[in-house]
């Protein structure tokens, strides 16, 4: 057999693969669609389609809660934890990798061991503290918890790819008279612009999905965030599984119409530190 007709069967075989495991990864998410399509009667239903499809709970799910505001909630805490978190891994990460502050490695170790600490270990000093701030039921309750927690990670990964970069481009920054600031503005950030994708986006999708902080600090029906609004339609005496799958289709709607419009830019931040040289 040719090399070509055996690189064509390859790739035949790999594309078919490749569809058998998309078919799996897509089975919840057809259900979970399914289900908020389906009348009471069928909620039950073990088949994956059933008929006929009402968008009654959809209608009922909007027509109880408040979704705009409720969006806004988790946009603007989304958002906001997202930008705090990209600000200070880089300028961490920069400080670390190529200005090399001391101390600044000593304090990298001690947010590394951050990564180990469970978030439930975390939980009841966090209200008290809250509490005692006066940011419950707050942005600002919400906000700099997420982000205290996201930038451990985001610096490790940010670090990394700083590291990997040419030095001799900072050293003929700082040649031409780049202050440290210019520098940082000019030279690293541009050279990790991958590796800034991916971590906005995972962050992004880590605050979105977000639901035990938010659940603690956040109890005024106004201020709740879209993970919060499934609880009131799940419970030991009440349920509906049709409006509870529909307000979770809307909930990840935005991240899949994200992922869908920045794929290509998260598996190339994802991936662009897998080689060297």
């Known amino acids: 057999m040719a090399p070509l007709a055996r690189s064509r069967i390859r790739g035949v075989v790999i594309h078919a693969v490749l569809f058998i495991v998309l078919g799996f990864w897509m089975v919840p998410q057809v259900y979970m ?8 009667a069928q909620a039950f239903d073990a088949a994956l389609f059933t008929w006929p499809v009402t968008f009654d709970n959809f209608v009922t799910v909007i027509r109880d809660n408040p979704l705009g505001g ?16 990209v600000a200070v891994s ?8 190529i200005l090399r502050l001391k101390g600044s ?44 927690l996201g930038v451990p990670f985001a610096m490790v990964i940010l670090k990394a790819f700083m590291e990997d ?9 700082r040649v031409d008279g780049c202050n440290p600031w210019q520098t ?11 590796a800034l994708v991916f971590v906005t986006i995972w962050q992004f999708i880590v605050t979105w999905n977000e639901f035990f902080l938010a659940l603690i600090v956040l109890t005024r029906s106004e201020m709740k965030t879209l993970t ?4 009131q339609y799940s419970g030991l005496y009440m349920a509906n599984p049709g409006a509870l799958f529909a307000i979770l289709t809307l909930i990840a709607l935005p991240l899949i119409l994200l992922y869908v419009l920045v794929q290509r830019a998260f598996v190339r931040g994802l991936l662009a530190g897998a080689v060297k040289g």
């Not at 409720?70 to 978190?85: E, G, H, K, P």
């Not at 970069?165 to 920054?173: Q, V």
């Not at 940082?184 to 991958?194: G, Q």
């Not at 919060?228 to 609880?231: A, K, L, R, S, T």
């Open 33 to 40: 669609l399914s289900i908020g399509l389906r009348t009471p």
């Open 70 to 85: 409720i969006f806004l909630n988790s946009l603007i805490i989304t958002v906001a934890t997202v930008a705090i978190v």
């Open 90 to 97: 880089s300028l961490f990460a920069f400080a670390c990798a």
């Open 105 to 148: 490695m000593l304090l990298y170790t001690t947010l590394l061991t951050t990564l180990m600490v469970p978030l439930a270990s975390m939980v009841l000093p966090l209200a008290i503290l809250l509490k005692n701030f006066g940011w419950v039921n707050t942005y600002i309750g919400l906000i700099l918890p997420y982000a205290a």
């Open 165 to 173: 970069a040419p030095r001799e481009l900072f050293e003929a920054a």
């Open 184 to 194: 940082y503005w000019h030279v690293a950030l541009p050279l990790v612009r991958p």
């Open 228 to 231: 919060i609004v499934p609880m």
